[in-house]
Every structure is written in C-alpha cells, then in structure tokens.
C-alpha cells in the first residue's frame, strides 16, 4: 500500500507520540525511523493554519523528545491532532492503488458516504470523513480537523476513515489492529465498488441497515474478539 517514502504511522506515548521520520519507508522501517514527538507546539501552529514554510520546518524539528533524532513527517501536524481525540491510540495513512483509482476520480465522496455491505460498517463505521485535496502539511491537518470535527457533531464519536481527495487514505482507533483492519476493509470496499461500477453502480446499504449493523451487539463483539 505504501512505496518508496509513502504513507505514515504514529501511536500515542507518554508525553506524546511516536511517529515515522521524514522519508523513511514504511516496508523497512526500522527502531531508528521513529521519532518521539510533542504534540503541544504542532497543536498550537494549527490554530493559525497560514505559517510560512520555515516556520512549520522549525516547529517540526521543535517537536522532538531529542535532538538526536531526525526530523518527523511533515504530517506528524495532522497525526498530533487525531492522536489527541479520545479513545484514538493509532494512526495510519497510505496510499493503496484501489482506493486512490476513486479518490482521483469525482466519486471520491460518494465513495465515502456510502456503505455496500457489513463488513464495511464493522471495520470502517457507518462513513468515512472526506476531504478534498488540500496542500500536505498546515493547511491539510486544518482541513482534516474541520471535516473531523463536523463528523464528531455527526455521529458523537471519532471516525475510523478519512478519505483524502486526490491523495490517500487515514484509518485510526484504539489499537493498531483496529487500523489495520480498517486500512484492509476500505481497500477491499473499494475493489468491490469498482467492480459494481461496472455492472450498473455500487448497490449502497440503507441508512437504517447501517445504522442498524452499526448498533447490533453481536457485531460490537466481534469488533471485541478482533481487537478492532
């Protein structure tokens, strides 16, 4: 899902959160392409989302626990925020080919509203967040908090997806497996809404169903069984 220096992770810690170091990949990533980060003066730099880009390159190097380690993602803004909300531990962002074929189309949010079967809902919730292509850095982690902030007011919860228009794919919970899994899922859904597409259009699950699925207990034991 992830090639050459794609794609991210972080996990909340003590003090703050772990995240990959600035062009390493994620395929070989090793104990020295981790970075300890704070996440107070990335919080802050977003409440002004407009910083020239020094700024934010020296509030990146800023953040880190120690100055021997080397410089976090520029990402690490908008991971320093989602790590924030409750209950979020883990955090991860790629950018798989089948989800990215409709994200660069204009089905991206269509994609993301729409649920095709339970599985989807278990794994991914009952939708994903999207956010049209905004510049990587300041202004994304801004446009990620708003599109995260509107789907909290939504759904009283955290998302498990967020859909980045033209750019990849962020899943995040309480576990890395919770990630994972929803990493997995979104990719599958998205090979099977392309291949409905084909056939006449994606057939999307009802807004009660969903719901519905969403609340059933013998699926919140499942969730539980699965560490999701």
């Not at 992830?2 to 990959?20: C, H, P, Q, W, Y």
């Not at 104990?31 to 407009?50: D, H, N």
């Amino acid at each position: 899902m992830a090639i050459l220096g794609e794609g991210n992770v972080s996990s909340r810690i003590e003090g703050g959160f772990l995240i990959k170091a600035s062009g390493r990949s994620l395929g070989t990533l090793a104990p020295e392409g981790v970075v300890a980060c704070r996440a107070e003066g990335l919080l802050s730099l977003m409440e002004r989302e407009e910083e020239p880009d020094d700024r934010i390159e020296a509030a990146l190097f800023e953040s880190r626990m120690s100055e021997a380690e080397p410089k976090p993602s520029v990402e690490a803004i908008f991971h320093a925020y989602l790590l924030s909300l409750p209950g979020i531990e883990w955090v991860g962002h790629v950018h798989p080919i089948g989800v990215n074929r409709i994200l660069c189309s204009g089905r991206g949010e269509e994609f993301a509203r729409g649920r095709m079967f339970p599985d989807e809902v278990v794994c991914c919730g009952e939708e994903s967040v999207f956010v049209p292509y905004t510049d990587p850095g300041l202004r994304l982690a801004g446009a990620i908090r708003r599109g995260t902030r509107a789907f909290i007011e939504k759904h009283a919860g955290s998302p498990r997806v967020i859909l980045l228009g033209n750019h990849g794919v962020i899943t995040l919970g309480g576990t890395a497996n919770a990630v994972l899994g929803a990493m997995l899922m979104v990719e599958k859904a998205a090979e099977i809404w392309q291949g409905a597409a084909v056939l006449g259009g994606p057939a999307y699950l009802a807004e009660a169903d969903v719901r519905r699925i969403a609340g059933r207990s013998d699926e919140h034991y499942r969730q539980r069984a699965l560490n999701l």
